[in-house]
């Protein structure tokens, strides 16, 4: 067996100390290694980079000669004991949810930064053992192993790397549902409501169960870290660890951010944590873990993260209908939609998602954003072929059962699209093309058709019309603040400021002679027609240019979703069945 300890004597130091003793030793020479990335977040991270002062030891303490021959690589050998301790260190000082985290007022740690690993052993049980800071407590999902305070099992390396751990003072809150209990550790202050907060998370778990049928854990820990600014989730088997801004929970628009991420990474322990693409557990912690479902697993999870709060009383539908509009607008201001598909977007995540860059929006998609919106277009067509006797939920538990925990999980190929073709029943063949075209292909969605079938539509328009109603002129590019400079941040490829040869980071100096801000540059641009050419004067870098450029009529930048003037009794049904009223 591994066994870990992990202690925090100086946390103004930002190091976690961590020994590791292994039994049971019969090779000549130990391989350990430390994960490169964290499950949940798809980029390669090398946390290996943090660790200081490895050493190996026999049980005696007598030295064993070590050496790296990789970067995330620490080779022992064992000189014929059978029993290996190492101590090393862990420098961790990043304030993320899938990393590592010591100061003096708290410790946070994914074990995959800390623990390293024996790959022919992983699928052993391991004990974790905290020694926490003076008058700290720890908050994790794993199960305590009964040797002691704060001493913890675990079934394998998995389920090990899939539990965080706070230290602290944390205030816990608690709750059960179905008689599971349900923690909610928070670590800082707010403007948070405890009661509220309680409340509202207990109808979140209510809404989802209703959703499945049952909750499938013991127990379920939420840590929920309030900074300063700071945002993101990430979702585990029994767990989740959210990040919020410490005044979000105020005015409601705000508290919406908690109430979203927190449904949203809650969600996941159906849709990823249980139900998983096959390449997505087990894991191999040493490279990237490609697939093309992460649409699948991000996407029906953003779809259902909303709606659910509709369906929970949390959020009111026209609400609802304000956040899908503006999805359609931000995905429809993004080139990358006719560039990238869904599928490509999952399989790159590793290095375009998290690694985004001035061009992006104009050569990539997140699978989050258009995942969202396929999934409610798929929700739609299975909605209006069965005339609404199923809907994308039913697709969601058949793959659900189909594909449990226990098993391979979802196969690469096919396998969402048989089980959207075995619900819709006669109506299958129809889903090949939604598939082929919306998923494996860059066809414009069809939203028009799809919010048809609720009684729904579209209604497009500009923010600042011309005069007579029409389209504005358009530049294409957005801008940033830097000191007091104003720089180019981006430039929409389908955009004239792009045609025209303007370059991100060129510095705004002056709009047809006179000097411009961003501000002043808007207010002059709403002056000309569509057609008109203007001269921007830009500094790259320290030559000053000037850039004709011939502005184009703006595409629409204002979008409601709205009923349509008279919906047919059935469209009103469905939309009644879709908001679960
Ligand atoms: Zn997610």
Excluded at 215 to 235: A, K
Excluded at 319 to 338: C, H, K, M, V, Y
Excluded at 494 to 515: F, I, K, M, Q, T
């Amino acid at each position: 067996m591994l066994t870990y300890t992990v202690s925090m004597p100086e946390p103004h130091t930002h190091l976690f100390h961590v020994e590791v003793a292994i039994d049971a030793v019969s090779s000549p020479h130990l391989d350990l290694h430390l994960p490169a990335w964290t499950p949940g977040s798809y980029m390669i991270r090398e946390y290996a980079r943090h660790v200081q002062q490895f050493s190996a030891t026999d049980p005696d303490g007598q030295p064993l000669s070590w050496r790296k021959t990789a970067k995330a690589l620490w080779q022992v050998d064992t000189e014929g004991v059978a029993e290996v301790r190492l101590r090393y260190k862990v420098y961790a000082f990043e304030q993320t949810v899938r990393t590592s985290y010591l100061d003096s007022s708290h410790g946070y740690f994914n074990p995959g930064n800390l623990c390293m690993y024996l790959p022919e052993r992983s699928h052993e049980p391991l004990t974790l053992r905290v020694l926490p800071a003076e008058g700290w407590r720890v908050s994790t999902a794993l199960e305590p192993d009964g040797s002691g305070p704060w001493c913890y099992r675990a079934s394998d390396y998995d389920e090990l790397v899939d539990s965080p751990f706070e230290c602290g003072t944390q205030r816990v809150l608690t709750f059960s549902v179905d008689g599971i209990p349900h923690e909610i550790a928070i670590y800082g202050y707010g403007n948070e409501d405890e009661a509220r907060l309680l409340r509202d998370t207990q109808r979140i778990v209510e809404s989802q169960r209703d959703m499945f049928g049952s909750l499938p854990y013991p127990h379920y820990l939420f840590i929920l870290h309030l900074t300063d600014g700071r945002g993101g989730g990430l979702e585990h088997r029994n767990s989740v660890t959210n990040m919020v801004d410490r005044w979000s929970f105020q005015p409601e628009r705000s508290y919406e951010r908690y109430l979203s991420l927190t449904s949203h990474e809650l969600f996941h322990v159906w849709n990823v944590k249980r139900l998983r693409p096959a390449a997505l557990g087990p894991f191999d912690y040493s490279q990237e873990n490609y697939t093309r479902l992460i649409w699948f697993v991000e996407g029906v999870t953003s779809y259902y993260d909303e709606l659910l709060l509709v369906r929970g009383g949390l959020m009111q539908p026209e609400r609802f209908l304000e956040r899908l509009a503006d999805e359609i607008l931000n995905l429809q201001s993004q080139p990358g939609r006719q560039l990238q598909t869904l599928e490509e977007s999952s399989f790159d995540a590793w290095i375009k998602y998290y690694r985004p860059d001035e061009n992006s929006a104009n050569t990539s998609i997140s699978y989050y954003l258009k995942g969202s919106l396929v999934s409610m277009l798929l929700d739609m067509q299975i909605r209006r072929v069965t005339e609404g006797t199923h809907c994308l939920e039913d697709v969601v538990r058949l793959l659900y059962q189909r594909y449990p925990i226990s098993g391979p999980g979802i196969p690469e190929a096919g396998a969402v699209l048989a089980a959207v073709e075995e619900i819709a029943g006669e109506h299958a063949g129809l889903f090949r093309d939604f598939f082929a075209q919306m998923i494996a292909g860059t066809t414009e969605l069809d939203y028009s058709s799809g919010l048809a079938v609720v009684g729904l539509e579209l209604r497009w328009s500009y923010r600042a019309p011309r005069p007579d109603g029409s389209a504005p002129a358009w530049l294409g590019a957005t801008f940033k603040r830097k000191g007091e400079r104003t720089l180019v941040s981006s430039v929409r490829s389908d955009s004239p400021a792009y045609s025209a040869g303007v370059y991100a980071d060129d510095e705004l100096v002056a709009l047809n002679g006179w000097r411009v801000d961003e501000e002043q540059l808007q207010a002059r641009l709403a002056e000309y027609a569509p057609g008109s050419t203007v001269r921007l004067s830009l500094f790259r870098g320290d030559a000053l240019i000037e850039v004709p450029v011939t502005l184009t009529a703006a595409p629409y930048d204002r979008l409601e979703v709205v009923a349509v003037s008279s919906p047919t009794e059935q469209q009103r049904e469905q939309f009644q069945h879709w908001m679960g009223r």
